[in-house]
């Protein structure tokens, strides 16, 4: 492992993206979501799409002049067409309108569809919880990888599910997929050449393993939870898919990869008890919850809790990278002719 400054991550992605076309505003968005992710504990959404990105950028998949539009509105509703832009940018903009509807109309709700991959979910549910509001985010994967519960084969998508909530301090941030890891994950561990627990994946053959390299040689992950997380992936498949016009995780494969539906509520605590007041009060429940005697070896944890504590710790600390990935990475800054002072400080360390 290596480690590296966010900020120079940031600066990375961004020469990476504008040097494929993007505005340099857009790419520095997209590039500070990403490194986001890393900083907040989740390297399966981090600095690896950098490459995934760059690949769909070049086979047409991801339009980096493209701009996500409202299509159709009421005061409390809207509907937006990604036009296959940065998937980030549709999230954002999404999350922007149904903050702005809920500002005015204390309820929202806003669907995207046409989307590319938005990254962490969590992301732009603890951005509505920052400016006072409540906001729930149901996003569904047009890419089968995750079977059903009781059943085998690649059915559905990771299907990832957030919610922010504002307290007094740091947002309550629940943000996982409905699969039992995401697919990310699994893919770190195959970077670091590490195995994976086995009740992660099947192999092809529905047999257990531990291989991370079985989930890309025709394997599936399985859906977190048992029963219950299954309900919450088909609820994020129906919201996330057939609410907003997306492409389903059963239709026919098509391009572009990796395609997510987007469905947003948005509250204004105001129409209730009062912002402040919700936040006295979920802090005061919050704090009881963490007085809670834990069990030997234990912690008890609010959600969000690891990542703030982690996003602390690499912003004094810097990003640890895979070497694999770092190498990876000056490779294609090298390919695209991004200038060599934005990684070279870190290729000693390779």
């Known amino acids: 492992m290596i480690t590296v400054p966010a900020d120079a991550l940031v600066e990375l992605g961004t020469a990476i ?44 998949y991801i339009d980096v002049e493209a701009a996500p539009t409202v ?21 954002m903009k ?11 109309s204390h309820i929202s709700a806003v669907a ?15 951005w509505a919880a920052e400016r006072g509001l409540v906001a729930l985010m149901f996003v569904n994967v047009g890419h089968p990888v995750v079977t059903v519960y009781g059943g085998r084969g690649r059915v559905l998508g990771t299907n990832p599910l957030s919610i922010a909530i504002p307290t007094g301090g740091e947002p309550f941030l629940l943000d996982y997929a409905t699969s039992v890891v995401a697919h990310g994950k699994v893919r770190q561990a195959l970077l670091k ?9 099947r192999d092809k053959d529905g047999g257990e393993t531990d291989d991370p390299a079985a989930l890309d040689a025709g394997g599936w992950l399985l859906p977190f939870g048992g029963h219950k997380g299954y309900c919450l992936q088909l609820v994020n498949e129906l919201l996330g898919a057939a609410l907003t016009g997306s ?14 539906g987007v469905f947003i509520i948005a509250l204004d605590p105001d129409a209730f008890v009062g912002l402040e007041a919700f936040r006295e009060r979920c802090e005061a429940i919050l704090r009881g919850v963490k007085r809670c005697e834990a069990e030997a070896g234990m912690r008890v944890m609010i959600p969000g ?20 990935l770092w190498s990876r990475l000056v490779d294609l800054a090298g390919e695209l002719g991004v200038d060599e002072d934005l990684y070279r400080p870190w290729m000693r360390e390779t």
């Open 305 to 324: 809790e690891p990542e703030w504590e982690t996003r602390r710790r690499r912003m004094r600390g810097g990003v640890p990278l895979p070497e694999a």
């Open 193 to 201: 050449g590490r195995r994976i627990p086995r009740g992660w994946i």
């Open 112 to 126: 995207a569809y046409r989307c590319n991959h938005i990254g962490r979910v969590g992301y732009y549910t603890a």
């Open 17 to 60: 993206f504008t040097s494929l076309g993007a505005a340099r505003e857009k790419a520095r968005f997209v590039a500070e979501t990403i490194v986001e992710a890393n900083l907040t504990g989740h390297d399966s959404h981090g600095v690896v799409a950098y490459l995934t990105y760059t690949e769909r950028i070049k086979g047409g």
């Open 247 to 260: 492409r389903s995780g059963l239709d026919p494969e098509e391009e572009p990869p990796s395609t997510n």
């Open 94 to 104: 999404a999350m922007e309108v149904a903050v702005e509807k809920a500002e005015r």
């Open 71 to 91: 299509v159709e509105e009421t005061a409390t509703t809207a509907l937006v067409d990604g036009r296959w832009s940065f998937g980030q940018l549709t999230a």
